[in-house]
């Protein structure tokens, strides 16, 4: 998938941690990033990915 979408590690981590908790105060506690810097991360994997939300992006995920 990284090498897919051409991800960068900050961004697999995300994409991890989106499949385990949802909302972007959770992904930065869990992650321990600024909620600036998840909504940033989330921003580039949509883009990159051709998704919107987080339930569509574990879609994708789980799809592969």
């Known amino acids: 998938m990284a090498k897919l ?3 960068t590690a900050s961004e697999i981590r995300l994409i991890d941690a989106v499949m385990k908790v ?6 930065a506690e869990a992650l321990g990033l600024t909620q600036a810097t998840v909504k940033t ?7 990159k ?8 992006l574990i879609k994708l995920v789980a799809g592969m």
């Open 5 to 7: 979408y051409k991800l």
């Open 22 to 27: 949802s909302g972007v105060k959770a992904l």
């Open 41 to 47: 991360h989330l921003h580039n994997v949509f883009r």
């Open 49 to 56: 990915t051709g998704t919107a939300r987080q339930g569509d």
